[in-house]
């Protein structure tokens, strides 16, 4: 069996670690960008939900966001659309809100 990685084999463990050592989020930001690790943060919690999914929305991806934002100390101010975008650009995926679907279809 190879190395484990507690952030996609394991994340229930991994969140854990950070309610044990609110230290660890100043690391994960450091260590990906803001974008990055509130994706990595989102995903994780996708993953231990009752309907588990690898793919987080956005509404959870800024909640994340949010969460390291309170959590680390000199992290900028964020737009969702930018989150988004960075998201994007670095291959993560991340679900639209329907809406933005909706309103690109009509005139």
């Not at 994340?11 to 100043?26: G, T």
């Not at 803001?34 to 987080?56: H, I």
């Amino acid at each position: 069996m190879g190395k484990i990685s507690y952030e996609l084999d394991r994340p229930s463990e991994w969140l854990r670690r950070f309610q044990e050592d609110p230290a660890r989020y100043s690391e994960l930001v450091r260590d990906a960008g803001l974008a990055q690790a509130a994706y990595r943060l989102a995903r994780a919690r996708c993953r231990v939900q009752a309907v588990s999914t690898a793919v987080p929305t956005l509404r959870e991806l800024v909640a994340a966001a949010g969460q390291l934002s309170r959590h680390v100390g000199g992290v900028p101010a964020f737009l969702p659309s930018l989150l988004f975008l960075d998201c994007e650009q670095a291959g993560l995926p991340v679900i639209a809100p329907m809406r933005s679907v909706y309103a690109a279809a009509l005139p």
